[in-house]
């Protein structure tokens, strides 16, 4: 019976590949608008310098917030499985409110140049880093790079020199970058839409009218998490200013029968479906390591999805409650055994100060509501719904897969959706935020991506 309804699946999945299912090709560029109330003249182009800037009074509050916390006590023995350990809670907070010196940090936020410029009508904040020590006779190649949720601008901190001057790191100076790190609107220092619908393909013309506002014709792109998939959309409606795309996260395509097929025989036949081994050790049994890491670590996703400005109104009220929300997924999707350690491992990969950094640019801009709305407009009505989900990438892609990424995607699945994969490397540690947790693994496998691309 199981096998005349695997044929059953497999002569109908494939009928409907190749006769009946129409492809959409290409995903228009579109248009919008996102300021408040009716629609206003033209941007102004201005595209003005920014520094970040705190109060006195900003900080006393924060303390004074602080102070007011009240924790729950943690059930015995629970370490990071029930959430945060709050007794481990009181002393990343002690640290912040006694020891962190949030003025260093402003310096090194700072030491990059800023900038915001408006874009359908939201005021767009990015970073613009010029290499300092360009050899003579070279041109940089200019990079857009997308941070993604809960994460900022802040993760390319320590990718950025790499690209920008490989040659003092050690690395190959053949292609020297100048990068670009905008804030996705509602994130950090970018102004939230003020209307509704503006999901990751509306973010990436955005972000493509930065890059030509900035005088970029061609450029590559980079991301992770929800940057991969605005990369993913500015590759999909600017496919011929996209000179490469370099995804750390990518999200398959659940539309083709082959995707089902090759979940529910690719453990008996891998190489039917082009599996290695290590899409099968990381893929099955598909139960525990795939649906069950995921029920596991989804529902701040649901929630999101569904009823973000709930579920943020008390977190952009609580920097204690906002930071045990953020930095349990820097635990967590670092690496899922975390979850067995008492202090969720957040010290192994990162410092305190880089991890807080990136809690205080969402507790200063109070821009946690606005960047769980990501969410809501991308995946409130289904997944596997939206146009773009349906439209091959055809600019050349590089994937780095990180072993502790949260949905492994092989090299089958990817091809499903990027017709053109240039490279694809299982990498030998990192996870979630690869460019925080291992900027010169990522940055070693963009640059080999990079030669690939331009020797074509
Ligand atoms: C929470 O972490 C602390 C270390 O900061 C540890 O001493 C304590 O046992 C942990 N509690 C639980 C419930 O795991």
Known sequence: MLLEIIAALVVGGLLYHFVFRKRDDTLPMGDGWWGAGQRQDDDNEDIRPFKIETTEEELNDLFHLIDQTRYTEPLEGSRFNYGFNSTHLRKVVSYWRNKFDWRKQLEILNRYPHFKTKIEGLDIHFLHVKPQNLPPGRRAKPLIMVHGWPGSFYEFYKIIPLLTDPASHGLSDEHIFEVVCPSIPGYGFSEASHKQGCNTVEVARIFYKLMRRLGFREFYAQGGDWGSQICTNLAQIAPSNVKGLHLNMVFASSNSPVFLLSILLGKYFPGLFGFQEEDVRRLF??????????????????????????????????????????????????????????????????????????????????????????????????????????????????????????????????????????????????????AFEEPEILAKDFLQFVAKVEQK
């Not at 569904?306 to 409650?321: A, E, I, Q, R």
């Not at 899922?336 to 991890?355: I, M, Q, S, V, W």
């Not at 991308?378 to 590089?398: M, Y």
């Open 285 to 434: 049994p598909f139960g525990k390591k795939v649906i069950g890491h995921v029920m596991k670590e989804s529902g701040y996703m649901h929630l999101q999805a569904t009823k973000p400005d709930t579920g943020g109104c008390g977190l952009n009220n609580s920097p204690v409650g906002l930071a045990a929300y953020i930095l349990e997924k820097f635990s967590t999707w670092t690496d899922p055994a975390f979850r067995d350690y008492e202090d969720g491992g957040l010290e192994k990969k990162y410092t305190l100060d880089d991890l807080l950094t990136n809690v205080m640019i969402y507790w200063l801009t109070g821009s946690i509501v606005t960047s769980m709305r990501l969410y809501k407009e991308n995946i409130g009505r289904g997944i596997g719904v939206a146009k773009h989900e349906k439209v091959p990438v055809k600019v050349p892609t590089g994937i780095a897969s990180f072993p502790n990424e949260l949905l492994h995607c092989p090299l089958m699945w990817a091809k499903l959706k990027h017709t053109n994969i240039v490279s694809y490397n299982y990498l030998p540690r990192g996870g979630h935020f690869a």
